[in-house]
Each structure stands twice: as C-alpha cells, then as structure tokens.
C-alpha cells in the first residue's frame, strides 16, 4: 500500500476546509520535487527481473519492480475498478487503468512516484506526460477518484477530484510530470535511458559507478575479515593490534573478543608500520576441527620474525579462542620491518596457504638472486602445508604434489616462487551455475618502483620478482636468464594510478547478479577501487576504474557514496556478498577503520531469491550494536569521509568532508514530527539556542531565504498557526514580524522586531514546506 497519510495529509483531513482552500494543498502534496532520473522501486530498491514472467504487467517481466506475487495484486485492483464499468466503458477506459497501475512495475517506478527520496511524500499516482493526461481527461477522467479509492485513501480525500475532474487544466496540473522525458508513456522510449537499463553504470569515461553500505566502523587497522561457513553467517575481524572480533549477521559485536594477541604482537602506532597482527584464517571444517591460524608479527630476543600459530576454539564459549591452546606452526625470521607479506588461507585442496614477503629492504637485495628466487628460503614464497592430523605430531606435514618436493636444496613447503610483498590473496568460488573459474587464486603483490599487479597463482609457477616488476624488467640481467620462465601477471598498472596494490575478489554473490565474474579490488596509497573481467575467449582481462555513484544513484536508504582513502583487504561474508575495509588513518592505534558493502545500485536479485536465516549463535557476553557514522542515506556526511572525483592522479581525487560544523548565529532547521528534513516548524539558532519564529507578516519570500539557507531552491509553502507543529513552553520565540525581500542569506538579515520581542504565543509558530 502507497504511504500518502504524512502529515500535510493529516492536516487536511483533520480541519474541515472548503474546496477552494484544499486544491492548492492537495496539489502541491502530489508535487513533484526535480531531480536526474533512475532506476528505483518504490520500495527504495533497486529493480530486477522477476524470477517467473508476469502475466498482468507484461511489459516487464525481463526488467522492473514486480515479482508475480505483486503483478496478481495488481491485476486484482484493476478487475475491481473495472468493474464499475460497462463493456463499452471497459474498452475505453481500461487501457488507461492498466497502464496507470503497471506503472508500479516500471524500473522508473520511484520517479513516477515522486519516491526516489525516502524522506519527501509520495505521489499517489504515476506521473503522466501531457498530451497522454489530455487523452486520458477526455475519454476516461471520472476514473480518477476510482483510481485514488484503490490506493487506500479516504473517501474525503477521493472526493476532492470532484472539483478537478471537471477542469482540464487542474486534472493535469494533478497528474502531469514537468519532465517531459521521463513522464510517462515518454519513460518507456526514451532511448539514453532505457539503452543499458539493468546494466552496471557507467560514466562517460567508462568508470564504474557504485555505492557503498557502513557495516562496521571504529575499528583500528581492520586488516583482515573472515567467515567461519557454518551457517551463523558472523564474521570475524583482526585488527593490526592483535584483536580478533566476532560481528553476528545484525551488525552487532560480541563485547569480548575472538582473540586478543596485544601482549604478543609486534607493532607500532606509526602511520605506515607494516607489522603486526596481519591475518586469519578458520580451518575448512571449522564446526567439527575448531581451529583458527594467525599470522602475526614477533620480537624473539630483539630478532624480528614472523609466526603462524595455530588455536583451538575454547570449550567453554564457540565465540572465543583458547589462548593457552597456542601452537607456533611456523616461524621465519624477518631481517626487515617491511614486506612481511601477511596472508593465510585454505584453498579448496584443505591445505594452508601462507603468504610471505621477500623480506624487505628495496629491490629483494639478499643474495645472488634475491630471496624470491632461492627456493631454499622461505621469503618471498607462497608456501602449501597439510595441518590435518597434526595434534600428535609435527605441526604441518608436506603435501604429496607440492612442486619442489624431490629439488636438491629446495624447500618442500614452497608452491609458488618469485614473489615480492603479496597482500591480500582470495579463491574463486566459481560461477554460480557452471562452476566455472573454481578455485583460482588470485593475489596482489605490491610493487617496486613503477607497477602493481594482480597474479593467479599457479603451482609451482615462477612470478618473476626481482628480474620483474609488473611486466617490465627490473634486474635487467637477471631478466635476460631464459631459464627463468616466469608467469606474467593477468594484469599491472602503474604509479600515476596507485603505489601500493591491495587484491580483492570475484564477485559469486546472489544479491547483485552484474557484478558475477568481476574481480574487485583497490590500492592502499591512492585509494582507488578498480575492477578486471574476464574475456572468457581471448583470456584478457579487461580493466575498468570504480567511481562512487553520482547524483541520485546512490540515493538509496543505508547506502553511501564515500568511502576512507586507505584501503587495506577486501573480504567476502558466507553468502559471497564482497566488502573492502578501510581506514582514514593508517595506524594501528587510530579507531578509524571502517568496513563497506560493495552495493550495485542498477540491478538487484529478485525479492526472496537471496534471504538467508542465520543458525543461532550462543553469546556469552553482551553485544555492541551497530552505529553508521560516515553518513545518512547518501549524504556520506561522516568524520573525514572522502568523496572521489575522477581524472585525476594518486592523492588528488579526494575532497575531505569535515566531521560536523559549528553552528553560526542565524543557522535554521526544520522540526518535523515526522523527521522529514524538507518541512517542518521553523527555528533559528541565536544565543547559543534554539528558538522559534512567528507567523505574523511571513510570507513565502521569507520561507525561501529559510529553504535556500538549508539547500533547497525554494519554499513550496508557507503553514501558519502551527500546523507543522508547535514547540513547548522550554522554547523561546525568537523573531516577529519578520518581512524579507527573498534574497536574504539569512532571516536576521530581513526586517524583523528585536531578537525576543514578540505579542505571540507557540500557537503561532510558523512552518514552510521547502522543494
């Protein structure tokens, strides 16, 4: 049922007005407020294709806002209008019924409907283009107050069209949408807007545009985020200091952490430290072999090395791991801070996989070749261990088929070689339906100099560091040594574009069908979001930049369009649903990391398709409820968010939002009973307080110096006598007799009494109704 009972309404039907008096009201209700058009559902969703044909609303079964459960209900609203009418009758005006009640179903629903913004009312009826409106007056306009009784309203309200019913010029004064291409039936062949219509977005220069959605915040250097596949569908956060967070499917935080390794972990508050806690990872069979692997930073005797420790989850709580249950499996001694590598994970195989970097310093300088070329050390690698079977004897056992088993002077743990500072690695789930591209592996490896790029991991392939970086020579010798056979990256990029590459995932989720495929990751230094499709033919990869939506396409409830420059991992929840953690300070002491949903606001899975019951999960403890803070719907006001512009170069396509203002004298809001942000009673900020203002001699020239003030064009109305509310005797009345010209920047700039000297009472408050 189409909300249209706000608080405009009430007043209308709550006072006994005449015709005259309730026309002007009633139109600018159903007014509709300009902006760009897009796909919305009135549900403030994105559109889809229902997952059975719709038999009523044909025209869009392949792409709309209809599942068949809502085309039946609409089907049956219009049999009941029709039948008040005759056969001549129904063939006349039935065409225009259907179409008006389909228009429910229109990817361009919430345009329509006047809904793209959950906060400003809703039309009661589509808006209709004007030479369609004038057909539709002539032959069939006594269907209107049929038409308003079906959408739920009183039979006073429907009553009103009598008084338009009969004019032309109000009847489509009522109906008409100003824009003229977006009206309908203009809607439906208006070629720039339906030519990719459910496709991903794209700006003219073929930037992806999509939103964000805040899951989690306050963190400090969140730099790693996991599921346990069990079906709770809680994930589990590190942060770099060691502090392991279990979030349950609402958004809430178990109080008590998974693990906290503080006391062991070796880190620093400096911005920039590539040590610490680095990452998690839950064994494969987690709900029967309750086992957790850390990869984190140690100081042993004033050497640095790196330590991957097993644990067991404690008997006494599913939601904590037993910290007397440390088990070191592997430990390598670091000779720099930097370059630690830091990824584990279990590829579909059930080993363990382990990521370590070459061991720091510029240009891998340790030895002949390097550490990542000398297969004897562990540096530099990607390492495959077997940890089943291991509580009575060594930690990890060799794998059968590991590449280098038999190699003189090998080590036997080494899968892949040639590698320099890989952060953050992810296995493909496979498409959805064929299965296809399961169980690739893909990671980042940070660059030198001049490249970043994006490798999938081959068994015992060769990845090129030092004699390479990206696709260039870095070792110009050591790069000219035919034996080296290295794998090429599927794809590089250069430092104009970021410094410091972080590898994400392929998409395999259900919620937004056209992202299955693309490969999304980003860049710690640059902050940008980039993506990479598989051309399935030629094997190329193509690449495409990530830009936040624009204008209304991130206008969204709960979602965002800005996100923290420092990207630090990506991770995906148990559905596949991907996300990418970030922090606006990067240092493992600052609580500025946030998590973000990756949102694509063109196209969604049909209603029901997607939901998930999470299995109960016991909770010892209490639980810290989720908060948004970087912003409201899109606004992506928030505490130094930063909003991306495009076309230009590492650190310069950011604009810095500040965390809230101060408040100057002569600041106005709008109260609304209702908390909607564009009508409500009239207040200005004087004295370090709130105050009202009188109604006496306020015309709309003063309510469109109050409504520019606060961004909008202009005052739709002024409502005297406090009908959009009145304040409480603990507020003061501020201003009286207050007369603007309407180029004011501000109410105290108009001619008014004194500040505090008034002959009023709160019964006079006024309020304005801006658009």
Request: one cysteine or more; aromatic letters at 10%; glycine letters at 10%.
């Amino acid at each position: 049922m189409i909300q249209t009972c706000n608080l405009v309404t009430r007043c209308i039907l709550q006072h006994t007005f005449s015709p005259h008096h309730l026309l002007p009201i009633l139109l600018l209700l159903l007014r509709i407020w300009w902006g760009s058009c897009h796909p919305q559902c009135l549900d403030y969703k994105p559109p889809f294709e229902p997952r059975q044909p719709l038999a009523f609303c044909k025209e869009y079964s392949k792409f709309g806002c209809c599942d068949v459960e809502k085309d039946e209900e609409i089907s049956g609203r219009f049999y009941t209008i029709m039948e008040n009418f005759d056969h001549s009758g129904y063939a006349a005006c039935g065409k225009y019924v259907r179409s008006i009640l389909c228009q429910e179903c229109s990817p361009y629903a919430a345009h329509l409907y006047d809904a793209e913004d959950a906060n400003t009312p809703m039309r009661v009826l589509p808006g209709l283009c004007g030479d369609y409106c004038s057909d539709y007056w002539r032959q069939c306009r006594y269907t209107l107050g049929l038409l308003l009784e079906d959408v739920g309203n009183s039979q006073q309200f429907a009553n009103l069209t009598a008084t338009i019913e009969e004019d032309h010029r109000r009847f489509c004064e009522f109906l008409v949408l100003k824009d003229k291409e977006y009206c309908y039936p203009s809607v439906l062949t208006n070629a720039e807007l339906n030519a990719n219509l459910g496709l991903l977005n794209e700006d003219p220069e073929g930037c992806l545009e999509l939103c964000l959605q805040e899951v989690a915040n306050g963190l400090r250097n969140p730099v790693a985020m996991i599921h346990a596949d069990d079906g709770t569908h809680r994930f589990f956060v590190a942060e770099q200091l060691g502090y392991v967070w279990v979030y349950l499917a609402n958004g809430s935080r178990i109080d008590r952490p998974f693990l906290n390794l503080t006391k062991a972990v070796l880190t620093s508050p400096w911005a920039g430290d590539e040590r610490g806690f680095l990452c998690i990872a839950l064994h494969p069979r987690f709900t029967t072999v309750r086992k957790a692997y850390v990869y984190y930073s140690v100081s042993v005797k004033k050497e640095e090395r790196i330590r991957i420790s097993e644990f067991t989850v404690s008997v006494h709580d599913d939601n904590q791991l037993d910290h007397s249950s440390e088990r070191t499996i592997l430990e390598v001694v670091e000779p720099a801070s930097n370059h630690n590598g830091g990824q584990l994970l279990f590829g579909h195989d059930g080993y363990l996989y382990i990521f370590i970097g070459d061991g720091g310093r510029a240009g891998d300088p340790f030895g002949k070749f390097g550490n990542s070329q000398n297969k004897s050390a562990l540096l530099g690698k990607v390492l495959r261990v077997d940890v089943d079977f291991n509580d009575n004897g060594a930690p990890y056992s060799i794998p059968s088929d590991n590449p280098f088993l038999g190699e003189k002077e090998a080590r036997p743990e080494v899968y892949a070689y040639g590698v320099r500072n890989m952060w953050r690695c992810s296995i493909d789930r496979g498409d959805p339906v064929t299965t296809e591209g399961r169980g690739r592996m893909f990671c980042g490896d940070v660059g030198q100099n001049k490249y970043e790029e994006i490798d999938l991991i081959v068994k015992g392939g060769n990845y090129g560091w030092r004699a390479k970086e990206g696709f260039s020579c870095y070792d110009r010798k050591l790069c000219q040594n035919s034996s080296l056979d290295d794998v090429l990256p599927i794809f590089a990029y250069p430092h104009k574009l970021g410094k410091s590459v972080t590898g994400g995932y392929i998409y395999r989720g259900c919620q937004m069908p056209n992202l299955n495929g693309l490969y999304i990751f980003g860049d710690f230094m640059s902050g940008r979001l980039m993506s990479l499709r598989e051309n399935v033919i030629t094997g190329e990869w193509q690449y495409n930049e990530i830009c936040m939506g624009r204008d209304q396409t991130c206008r969204f409830p709960k979602l965002i369009n800005s996100y923290y420059k420092y990207i630090i991992s990506f991770a995906e929840d148990e559905a596949g649903e991907l996300y990418f953690l970030a922090t606006g300070v990067p240092s493992a002491t600052a609580r500025g990391g946030v998590i973000y949903k990756i949102v694509d606001p063109s196209r969604r899975a049909p209603p029901g398709k997607c939901s998930i019951k999470p299995s109960p999960v016991k909770i010892k403890g209490k639980l810290i409820h989720f908060h948004p803070k970087e912003g409201k719907n899109n606004a992506g006001e928030g505490n130094q968010v930063f909003k991306r512009s495009r076309g230009r170069g590492r650190g310069q396509g950011y604009k810095r939002v500040r965390e809230g203002w101060r408040l100057r004298v002569g600041s106005v809001r709008l109260v609304s009973a209702e908390g909607l942000p564009d009508r409500g009673r009239v207040e200005i900020f004087i004295r370090g307080q709130w105050g009202t203002v009188c109604d006496d001699l306020f015309t709309i020239k003063s309510g469109n110096v109050v409504c520019r003030q606060l961004g909008f064009s202009n005052a739709l109305a002024v409502m005297k006598r406090a009908v959009l509310g009145e304040a409480d005797d603990s507020v003061k009345i501020f201003l009286d007799d207050v007369e603007c010209e309407g180029g004011e920047r501000s109410l105290l700039e108009c001619k008014r009494s004194r500040v505090g000297k008034h002959n009023c009472s709160h019964a006079e408050d006024v309020g304005v109704i801006c658009g």
